[in-house]
């Protein structure tokens, strides 16, 4: 076979100028070329019957091409081989034992279920097919028996679809390990082996081993072990806890040197439910739990029952109706902070359902103080809790329900703070009388005002108080405290500072008598200490029915008449300190 080679060469014409003769091309130069170029196709396109044979090519230069894309078609590998190429570059290679997929990636149909996509001659609805978007399902006779997927940024891999059994089997050979694995970015954490623990008969070995990883993937300890030939489950490690309950609440341990059963939450119950005795015991000690009591040693020497708990956690007992809390006694969670405190002992109420109700006694460890430390919890004395004692919430109280409240002390009784408050009483049945006499004694009959009665009635009375006088008939009105005393119907004033200032009215009058010491009827008073162009000396003074202003008038010498003026008006008038008069209220 022979390649074409160019007859006429015709850079020679190329390069001359337009219109000369000799650049064009003669028609026998054409006929030439074209001579020569069918002889090197005939060469190349060797023909044998209905073969065609054609060279091997290249993946560059394919033996089966396209003139618009001469690197895209099929050549020749080698023996029995094709090589299928795109843009100089292999994308199927295909033998008589394989084909092979050079492609970055292959895109085909989705399939279904029952025909999946890539399949076998044999087996066609065994294989691959898309379940749906990002969905990969793997299917044998038509039944998916693996899918993997990704939603939402989360791979997830099922074996078996919901429907019958499903059988997930690593298989390996005695004395080797069979793993199940859990990685973060491909670091080891946790892993369930079959250990290479060697099977020797009557079912022992390949146990079962659950393995922790640290953060840089290297094996820390084996956690849990199951032996196969026993089915008992061990914590393999010292400290290594078996814990239960949201807040790691029970757990069990052996620290190396002792075992431990300890409880964080809640009460720690051992049932036996078979009605039989539980004994716990040691060589010398034990506890007996049998028809509903509870028996702690021996009878022989001393025995202690601990409840042992860290400073400021609860250290409890409990009493319990059918399973329900009722009561605990508990060393509460008061922090220990030194000199004694904290750690107070307090007893405990529980409501029907077994949760808090309240703190009903509480004593202090440091002092030995006992409390009942909520606003009108009792303390309760006698058959018919005839006498309490209680706060409830703003006073404190000592109530007697049943017979007399008797105090008696050795000595006197001090009270040495604060008020003693009594209830008011009546003149019938006044709150102070006597043992021989009830119906004798003081009372409270109004505001700022004691009662006294005798043979339960009112024979009289007493109050005090003090008010803030002004007197008029000044250039500016002086002011000042008036003190009264009222017993029975007699009221006294007093004023312990003199009252006084510059008069510009022969008048001068006092107000702001109180309600509680204005008279049923007019009254009028002689007043000693009046104070008139400086003299202290005698005046009057009129109270009208119901008023509560005072009226002074100066007597005149020689004339004892009662008057509402007399005083100077340009000079210091008042009332001097010292002054009282007493008037009657009836």
Known sequence: MSDYTQIVFYGPKDALSTGNPAKLIKGTEIDAELAAISTAVASKADVSGDTIFLGNGTAGAPSLAFASDVDTGAFRIGENNLGLV????????????????????????????GAPVYSFNGDLDSGLYRVAADDLGLVAGAKRVFRALNAAGVSSVFVGDGVGATILSLDGAAATTRNLRFLTTNLLRWA?????????????????????????????????????????????????????????????YHNGTNSFIENDTGELFMNSTTGITL???DDSNFARFTAGITTLGDGVGSETLQINGAAATGRAVGLYTAGVARWFLQANVTAEGGANAGSDLDLLARNDAGTALFTSIRVIR????????????????????DLEL??????????NNTGNLILRAGADFVFEE???????????????????????GFFWDTADEIGIAVGGVKQGMFASGSFTATLTGFTANPTGTVQWRKNGSTVTLFIPTQISSTSNATTMTMTGLPAAIQPVNAVRVIADGLINNTVIGFGNGTIAAAGSVITFGIITAGAFTFNTVGFTASSTKGIEAGWMVTYQVL
Do not use: K, M
Not at 240 to 246: N, P, R, T
């Open 366 to 385: 440091s002092t030995g103080n006992t409390q009942l430390p909520l606003d009108n919890l009792r303390l309760q004395f006698g058959n018919s809790q």
């Open 279 to 281: 004994e716990l015991s």
């Open 86 to 113: 795109v843009g100089g570059v292999t994308r199927v290679n295909i033998s008589g034992s394989f084909v092979q997929l050079l492609s970055t990636q292959v895109v085909t149909s989705d399939g279904t279920l």
């Open 192 to 252: 369930f082996v079959a250990n290479t623990t060697a099977e020797s008969g009557a079912s022992a070995g390949s146990n079962l081993d659950l393995l922790r990883y640290d953060d840089a993937g290297a094996l820390l300890a084996t956690v849990l072990r199951i032996t196969r030939s026993t089915g008992h489950v061990a914590l393999l490690g010292d400290s290594q806890e078996l814990q239960f309950g949201a807040g790691t609440d029970l757990r069990l």
């Open 390 to 399: 209680y706060h409830d919430g703003t006073n404190s109280i000592i109530e």
């Open 418 to 440: 604060g008020a003693f408050l009594a209830p008011n009483g009546t003149a019938a049945l006044p709150q102070y009388s006597f043992t021989g006499d009830p119906n004798t």
